[in-house]
């Protein structure tokens, strides 16, 4: 049982590239969410996705995109590359029950450490 | 814009005393409230969460929640070295059927022998 799985874990990109951070978990989480997190801040999400083929933007998803085409994976992509896209990329997912939000914990994967320059 | 502050610190904390971290959130109908604990270079990890008003223990750790004055705090008992770290208060917004969660920007506890 892994739990969640990003890869890659470092990554420096140029201006203007593009890549996909990869997440897959083998929990059978129904909700799976993408965060960044700034030197000194707190988690800003990026976009989520509460099953299969269902996802939404964040607070901040500006300059990327998600898709979810299987329960398992959840992937990140960043079009384009600038440096305010330098951050720690975290992958996280829950299990929650018929709609109920309450009991909403998230199992984080190690994180994916970006630098664009 | 809902908001949850934590103070960033560093709360410098002597082996063995408490240490004691408060969050504050703006929204007043939030119902869902949780910590977690993320070491340097690391990924959060859950510590605790908790719904109802008043105090829930868990080992050496205390969450307690005040709705009416919005702000939930974590004590830490008998603190270790091994609990210097960030910890993230994090709210389910009410407005938020998803259960989405709020995260503040993390108060920094070191622990010294």
């Known amino acids: 049982n892994a739990g969640v799985t990003q890869t890659p874990k470092f990554r420096i990109l140029k201006i203007g590239q593009s890549m996909t951070l990869q997440c897959t978990q083998d929990?059978?989480?129904?909700?799976m969410y993408w965060y960044r997190q700034d030197p000194g801040m707190g988690l800003k999400l990026i976009y989520y996705s509460v099953g299969a083929g269902i996802t939404d933007k964040g607070e901040v998803p500006n300059g990327y995109n998600v898709s979810r085409s299987t329960t398992e994976d959840f992937p990140l992509r960043l079009e384009l590359a600038a440096p305010s896209q330098t951050s720690v990329y975290f992958c996280?997912?829950?299990?929650?029950?018929?709609?109920?939000?309450?009991?909403?914990?998230?199992?984080f994967g190690a994180g994916s450490r970006l630098t664009v320059l | 814009q809902k908001e949850v502050e934590q103070n960033s610190g560093p709360l410098s904390v002597p082996e063995g005393a408490i240490a004691s971290l408060n969050c504050t959130y703006s929204d007043r109908g939030s119902q869902s409230f949780f910590w977690y604990r993320q070491y340097s270079g690391k990924s959060p990890e859950l510590i605790m969460f908790i719904y109802s008003n008043g105090d829930k223990e868990d080992g050496r750790f205390t969450a307690q929640l005040n709705k009416a004055s919005q702000y939930v705090s974590l004590l830490i008992r008998d603190s270790q070295p091994s609990d210097s770290a960030t910890y993230l208060c994090?709210?389910?917004?009410?407005?938020?059927?998803?259960?989405?969660?709020?995260f503040g920007a993390g108060t920094q506890v070191v622990v010294t022998p």
């Open positions: 929990m059978n989480h129904n909700y």
């Open positions: 996280a997912s829950s299990f929650v029950r018929g709609g109920s939000s309450g009991a909403n914990v998230l199992t």
């Open positions: 994090a709210v389910t917004a009410t407005t938020d059927s998803w259960g989405k969660l709020q």
